[in-house]
Every structure is written in C-alpha cells, then in structure tokens.
C-alpha cells in the first residue's frame, strides 16, 4: 500500500513537501520514485531513490530532495523554487527494478499558480 500526502496550491516561488506513507513491503530494501503527470502530457519520473543511488529529471535538479526514512516507511520529495511547469498529478511508486513501476498510490495534486 502506498499513500501520498502534501500536495496542494502555491505561488511560483514557493515550497511543498510531499509524503509517501508505504506498508506491506520491505521499504528499506526497494527502489521508490516519485513520478508525476502534467495534464495533456505523458508521465515523467522526476526522482529515483534505490538503495545506492538518487536520481533526478534534469527539469528538477537543485530544486527537489528526495529522501527515505526507512524507520517509518516513508519517501519524503521536497520541492523548493516551484514553477508552473511543475503542476501536475504526483505519484509515489515502487520501482521493481527494471525500470518499470508496479505499485502505485492513488497521487497528489500539485498546483503552481499566481
């Protein structure tokens, strides 16, 4: 089970952080990713955390963190310096290794407006 929570409205500019609460799998040990989809547009992973490495869409480098506490079961993405172009529906997704993503929660909307 996954479940996203965090989105919201903000100005350009502004911040959000986004929680994913995850049960019913081994958290620590698997890769998870936080994918999002803009309306009319296909869906873009924005960042990866595996269990060695962080990966993140050039689209958002320096301006999101992503990060894991394996103690509570939960991916965290901070994003800073939002911008319209970040709206979109985000989801969290468990990586199962091949790059393809086979659970998925029910998403966050994420909202970038003046």
């Known amino acids: 089970q996954i479940v996203e929570s965090g989105g919201g409205m903000v100005q350009p500019g502004g911040s959000l952080r986004l929680s994913c609460a995850t049960a019913g799998f081994t958290f620590s040990m698997v890769p998870m990713g936080w994918v999002r989809q803009a309306p009319g547009k296909g869906p873009e992973c924005v960042s990866l955390s595996t269990t060695r490495n962080i990966y993140y869409a050039d689209s958002v480098k320096g301006r999101f963190t992503i990060s894991r506490d394996n103690a509570k079961n939960t991916l965290i993405l901070q994003m800073n310096s939002l911008k319209p172009e970040d709206t979109a529906l985000y989801y969290c997704?468990?990586?199962?290794?091949?790059?393809?993503?086979?659970?998925w929660g029910q998403g966050t909307q994420v909202i970038v407006s003046s």
């Open positions: 997704a468990r990586e199962e290794g091949t790059g393809a993503y086979d659970l």
